[in-house]
């Protein structure tokens, strides 16, 4: 056996040490059944990326799942965790949005939508009152406005994702005729272009920090139940042509099926 060789086995041993000593056990996760590809034109692929938990968090969280993503840039799946906590969400409130400012549209609605609406109210109005109308009214439309965006955005994203991943499909089965790479990078370009206006919408809201303690049953038999409902647990579904990955809207079209 060379030193090499013999490092890396010592290297394994403190591993395996470190899992039997804190009785850690691997989370079963859905998706490819590689994490990491070199991204060689003879790729080597293996599993190499994976999440321990500890019995204890998984006593609070007994309902989590893991699951893989689609690489991006990077010759690794990102890996999901999902607590599975169903929180009851309180009613949405209204927040000006940062990343509107980017939306070349965005002042010409408002100026329009506020003349429209000052138009149409009376000249006798009491001042503060038609305030707060031309207000309330503004935001509706704003709100209107911003879910359509919120829309029009994921659909442009999970467009580019379908793409991506079809080009790999396609990469796994047939010779590339050497363009898939160029065309796979100007997808990933258009991609990473909506994930940095993402940004801005998720970092008013980084503060935002939902802790719940799960159930804290310690017995053998709610460990296995959970471990079984994590495998089986149905994370998407294709109805008619369309990735449904919601769980009420999975759960509607099961219902509706039978």
């Known amino acids: 056996m060379t030193k090499a060789m013999a490092g890396d086995m010592t290297l394994i041993n403190a591993f395996n040490s470190f899992i039997d000593e804190h009785n850690l056990r691997e989370m079963h996760r859905h998706g490819p059944r590689f994490t990491w590809t070199n991204k060689r034109d003879c790729p080597i692929k293996s599993n190499i990326d994976r ?32 607590t ?30 506020w003349q429209s609406v000052k138009d149409r109210s009376p000249d006798q109005a009491y001042s503060l009152d038609k305030w ?11 709100k209107g406005w911003g879910n359509n965006l919120r829309g029009d955005f994921r659909r442009k994203k999970e467009d580019l994702l379908v ?29 990473e272009s909506l ?34 409902r994590r495998k089986k647990a149905i994370l998407s579904l294709e109805h008619d042509g369309v990735n449904v990955t919601d769980q009420k809207q999975i759960r509607d079209i099961i219902y509706g099926f039978y």
């Open 163 to 191: 793409k991506i991943k079809a080009l790999d499909t396609q990469s796994m089965f047939e010779r590339g005729e050497g363009d898939e790479g160029e065309e796979r990078s100007r997808l990933e370009s258009e991609l």
């Open 51 to 82: 999440v321990f938990m500890t019995i204890e968090w998984e006593q609070k969280f007994p309902f989590s799942i893991l699951s893989s993503l689609t690489r991006i840039g990077s010759g690794h799946c990102p890996l999901l965790l999902d």
């Open 84 to 113: 599975g906590d169903q929180l009851r969400r309180p009613q949405k409130q209204f927040f000006f949005e940062r990343q509107w400012l980017k939306q070349e549209t965005f002042m010409s609605r408002v100026r329009d939508r």
């Open 195 to 228: 994930f940095e206006e993402d940004e801005i919408y998720w970092q008013q809201r980084g503060a935002e920090k939902h802790i719940l303690e799960g159930d804290a049953n310690t017995t053998f038999f709610h460990l296995s139940a959970n471990g079984r």
């Open 132 to 142: 707060h109308g031309l207000i309330s009214n503004l935001r509706h439309m704003l």
